[in-house]
């Protein structure tokens, strides 16, 4: 139980366009998603926290308006990397919680590798 | 501020060589304490959660405890299999949405 996937695995885009990876709990209800960065070798850093049907809320130094996150429904979150630039390259993590009794236990996606050329 | 420290950064390991990871928190009002595993590539890996002092829990090789200021993984008879690298997280004091401080790891090989 309690399974995240992430969708693509993978994505390789030009330079200036826009790319939407989504985020699904396939066996719970998410009433929190969180959405993660990690660069080569370092830890997971935080970029914004959404709850359903909410305004997501974005950590100090991510721009919102770089990095749209819609958490539409219990079970998807979406983030959209708009005007991709080289440095937006990454691997990206989403994370659920929700599962009845352990609301405070986050399950990760399996990461998106973007690659911006 | 919560902390979380994790230790060592990077252990080897002979298979079938038992040690311990160690994690060390300050948080004001522990409401959990998280050991993820994340393999290359791939996203962190729930294991455990702990919540009380004293609490132990086991998964196969892998037992973790905790005290009022640590957690410690160990790992007993270690395979190869068991090389990852293994996160410790708190949720953040305060506020309801249980953001993760996430400790920066320590990468576990065994080698066959």
């Known amino acids: 139980g309690a399974v995240v996937s992430q969708h693509p695995s993978r994505v390789i885009c030009k330079s200036g366009t826009s790319v939407k990876i989504e985020c699904r709990s396939l066996d719970f209800q998410a009433t929190t998603m969180f959405w993660y960065r990690q660069f080569p070798k370092q830890s997971l850093m935080l970029m914004a926290t959404s709850n359903e049907g909410s305004k997501a809320t974005y950590e100090q130094g991510v721009e919102k308006d770089k990095f749209l996150i819609n958490h539409a429904s219990l079970t998807l979150s979406t983030l959209t990397v708009t005007s991709a630039h080289p440095e937006d390259s990454s691997f990206y993590i989403c994370s659920a919680s929700g599962v009845a009794g352990y609301q405070e236990t986050q399950y990760f996606g399996p990461g998106t590798r973007l690659l911006v050329l | 501020e919560d902390q979380v420290t994790q230790s060592p950064e990077a252990l080897r390991l002979q298979e079938g060589e038992s040690s311990s990871l160690n994690c060390s928190y300050t948080?004001?009002?522990?409401?959990?304490l998280f050991w993820y595993r994340q393999d290359p590539g791939k996203g962190p890996e729930f294991l455990f959660t702990l919540y009380s002092a004293g609490e132990e829990k086991e998964k196969e090789r892998l037992k973790a405890t905790l005290t009022k200021k640590e957690s410690f993984l160990h790992i007993t008879a270690p395979k190869p299999e068991d090389s990852a690298t293994y996160l410790c997280a708190v949720p953040n004091s305060g506020g309801s949405n249980y953001k993760l401080t996430f400790g920066k790891g320590t990468l576990l090989t065994v080698n066959p």
């Open positions: 948080v004001s009002g522990l409401r959990g």
